[in-house]
């Protein structure tokens, strides 16, 4: 499974971006899909999950009411809508994809295969 992640870039506080996702090699619509991030000097966390089907989603509380996810599985993409960004949103941006049914969405050790990243920077 190859997941290629694109969007990123430099923002200002306040503003948005959308990262997307692009997933091959294998059937799309049979993986959940998860978003993480990991600022300089800190461990990757979770930021957003959806469902196989895309009828459950899942936020860290941090991002709440401000990033929304989502797919498209005609199209094998998985986005991630970041709203009112943050200077604390500043971090490497990766896309993730698991089998479901396979524990806690929030730990990036339930999640197989991942992409390469895409770096976004808030400026205050």
């Known amino acids: 499974v190859q997941l290629q992640a694109s969007g990123g870039g430099l923002v200002q506080a306040g503003g948005s971006l959308r990262l997307s996702c692009a997933v091959s090699?294998?059937?799309?619509?049979?993986?959940?899909m998860g978003w993480f991030r990991q600022a300089p000097g800190k461990e990757r966390e979770f930021v957003a999950a959806?469902?196989?089907?895309?009828?459950?989603?899942h936020y860290a509380n941090s991002v709440k009411g401000r990033f929304t996810i989502s797919r498209d599985n005609d199209k094998n993409t998985v986005y991630l809508q970041m709203n009112t960004l943050k200077p604390e949103d500043t971090a490497f941006y990766y896309c993730?994809?698991?089998?479901?049914?396979?524990?806690?969405?929030?730990?990036?050790?339930?999640?197989?295969?991942w992409g390469q990243g895409t770096q976004v920077t808030v400026s205050s």
């Open positions: 090699g294998r059937t799309f619509s049979s993986v959940d």
């Open positions: 993730a994809a698991r089998n479901p049914f396979t524990g806690s969405v929030y730990y990036t050790q339930n999640y197989g295969y």
């Open positions: 959806i469902s196989w089907s895309g009828g459950s989603t």
